[in-house]
């Protein structure tokens, strides 16, 4: 999967899937995606995205135990695949790449 | 202490889009763990409040998915649901209809039917006859769709509005006549086709709201 084929929100949710690990669930995911960007997504617009990280084979996902406090329902919990993996090194290159030689030209943030 | 619960018409509603179960349900999930801990930190009223916006947030995406599984077979189902929901509610409009028109003429006052359009308390009459039955559209095609009420009465309300689209072209065509809506204002013809698709969802609303939750719990969710 080329890494180029991910989308701004996409990157965002797989990179915090691969970073909760095992605490990786639609709310989990949603709370450090939001905290980490500063942009409140809605419930749906994560699960969407996430969805269609699963049929592009990057995260996989397993159903648990449901909970009272979601009354009754289950979470869905997932992981970051090999592919998933992949991915994440080739937007870390392509990133690196595409910022190199930046710092000197961009003028410092005033304080 | 009794631990604050998400609005229960709101979570009727967004089980109503027709989205698959496993989606439906872990997205109104989240948002009823997400409740419970806002309303532990911030007081039920603000969750109330969140719950409400992020309602509407998750419908779009919710309808997507909804739209997404439908497929061919789906559609087809969904058309015959909305024709049958708009057959009965035209005959049941038109019995009365004929009655209180059959009444009118056997003691001699008819109806005058030509001077709705030049009335404007007649119009709005009309007007309300018609959120009336689009209503009650919606909440039999809501009715007989216990899988999507909501997109049932949806898709009820762009029958509906074709028809009423396709009516008058074809009055013109076969019967060489007016059509009796082309005597009407541009405002009051306007306001009738918009609220077509209004009606019928808001049929479907009450519907959702008012059914009782199903025994298995396969709406919402099996309760622990």
Known sequence: MAASSLGTLE???????????????????????????GHDYSVGAVYTTLQRLETKGLISSRTAGPLPVRGGRARRQFKITAAGQRSLREAQRAAASMWAGIGTTIKPEPA | MITPQPPRTIELLLASIGAEAEFRDIVIGDLAEEFADRAAADGSPAAQRWYYREAIRATPHLAYNSIRRLGVRGLWR????????YTITIVASLVPLAMLNGVAMSIGTPIPWKHFASS?????????????????????????????????????????????????????????????????????RS???VLVPIGTIAGGVVRVSTRKPARDGASLGAKV
């Open chain 2, 120 to 188: 404007p308390s007649m119009m709005v009459g009309s007007i309300a006859a018609d959120v009336a039955l689009t209503m009650f559209g919606g909440y039999v095609a809501a009715y007989l769709d216990e899988d999507a009420p909501l997109v049932a009465a949806g898709v009820l309300g762009m029958v509906w509005l074709t028809a009423v689209f396709a009516a008058g072209p074809m009055i013109r065509t076969f019967s060489h006549v007016t059509p009796p809506e082309s005597l009407f204002p541009i405002w009051y």
């Open chain 2, 78 to 85: 969904r058309l015959g649901i909305a024709a049958s929901a």
């Open chain 1, 11 to 37: 990157l965002s949710i797989l990179l915090s899937v691969a970073r909760l690990g095992a605490d990786a669930y639609g709310l989990s995911v949603r709370r450090d995606v939001s905290a980490r960007t």
């Open chain 2, 191 to 193: 306001i009738a086709r």
